[in-house]
């Protein structure tokens, strides 16, 4: 018989999606969707390497995350994340 650990979540707006994170979070995790490590968002951002550090801890806690690659792996498929880096920074 098949495990039925995973649950079925509830269709949401786009909105109520990106209210999951907040705006620097999701700025954040962008870059470690680019493969950016603590130090080098930390340093793009003008931020402390445990400030970054935190924002991932927070960041996979929200989105229920095992590692990095699954908080952006799950961004993307809830809509969270844009499919897509934009063209211009």
């Known amino acids: 018989m098949r495990n039925q650990h995973y649950c079925v979540k509830k269709q949401q707006s786009a909105a109520n999606k990106r209210a999951i994170l907040s705006d620097r979070q999701i700025e954040v995790l962008m870059l470690v969707a680019e493969g950016a490590t603590d130090n080098e968002i930390a340093i793009r951002l003008h931020l402390s390497v445990l400030t970054v550090s935190q924002y991932v801890v927070e960041i996979r806690a929200r989105l229920d995350a095992r590692s990095r690659a699954h ?17 211009g920074e």
């Open 71 to 87: 908080a952006v792996a799950l961004a993307l498929w809830q809509g969270v994340l844009p499919s897509r880096p934009s063209s």
